[in-house]
């Protein structure tokens, strides 16, 4: 029996030391992608600078491939996708995979944008178990 085939697509937002994830559908665009994030946002307006008011505040990036004597390559791998023009493209016509982690940045004060500030959990990160007495 083939495997069940579905549409939903599970991305991760990854900005200073929070995440967010949300499920959408592989139709969904860029911007709308943008849009929906604004209100999972709120409640971590507390650890927040300043907290977006629309989509044109957040920019989004993503993991790339360090490519060997790239000199524009970034030193921790991101890329900007807002550069690319892919606002109006759908997660589909992307082909992202069913899992995404997205990197997020906000707007400065000033009106621009930097790279993203985020912090990953390493897996392995946990404290050692005490030996027993």
Known sequence: MPPKQSNIHHVTFHFNKSAV???VASSTSISSLKTQLLPALK????TLSSLPTSASDIQLWETKSLVEGDESSSPDGVRNLEGDGI???TIAQLSWGR???LFVSFRNTDGTFSEPVYTIPDVEDEEPDEPES
Do not use: R
Request: net charge positive; charged share 15%.
């Open 87 to 89: 606002g109006s493209k």
């Open 43 to 46: 409640p971590l307006s507390s």
């Open 99 to 101: 899992w995404k982690t």
């Open 21 to 23: 994830l949300l499920s």
